[in-house]
């Protein structure tokens, strides 16, 4: 049985150390990567309820408003944060739907909105 020296335990707590970093940078990857799909999911959910909201607003027979048409078409965890509005332009109109992105950490509190439009001709 060979004879271990001060040399290899101190080696065996710098491995410990690393292999603590390279675990903290793989999560820290991990999360953002999730905070990426989450962004993209926001972004085409906005598309989903712009559509859905234009399609209330021109339509004359319509049974619900254009914004609860909208909000009804998307994810109610993400329809609580949305803004959804419109304008009309002589024989059409277009309805612009903002939604918050959520945030995994703190860190990414800052990410904004996710914003689409939505133009249809009037019924």
Do not use: H
Not at 10 to 15: A, D, L, N, P, S
Not at 35 to 44: C, D, F, S
Not at 70 to 78: C, E, H, P, T, V
Not at 91 to 117: M, Y
Request: hydrophobic share 45%.
């Amino acid at each position: 049985m060979a004879k271990r020296t001060a040399r290899d335990a101190r080696e065996r707590g710098q491995i410990a150390l690393e292999y603590v970093g390279v675990v903290t940078i793989l999560l820290f990857l991990a999360l953002a990567a999730i905070q990426l799909g989450l962004a993209a999911y926001a972004v085409q959910q906005a598309s989903t309820a712009a559509r859905a909201a234009a399609r209330a607003a021109t339509y004359n027979e319509a049974t619900m408003n254009y914004q609860e048409a909208g909000k009804a078409s998307m994810s109610n965890w993400l329809a609580k944060k949305t803004d959804i509005s419109k304008q009309s332009s002589g024989d059409q109109i277009e309805v612009t739907v903002k939604v918050k992105i959520p945030p995994i950490l703190p860190i990414f509190d800052n990410l904004g909105e996710a914003r689409r439009s939505a133009t249809m001709p009037l019924d």
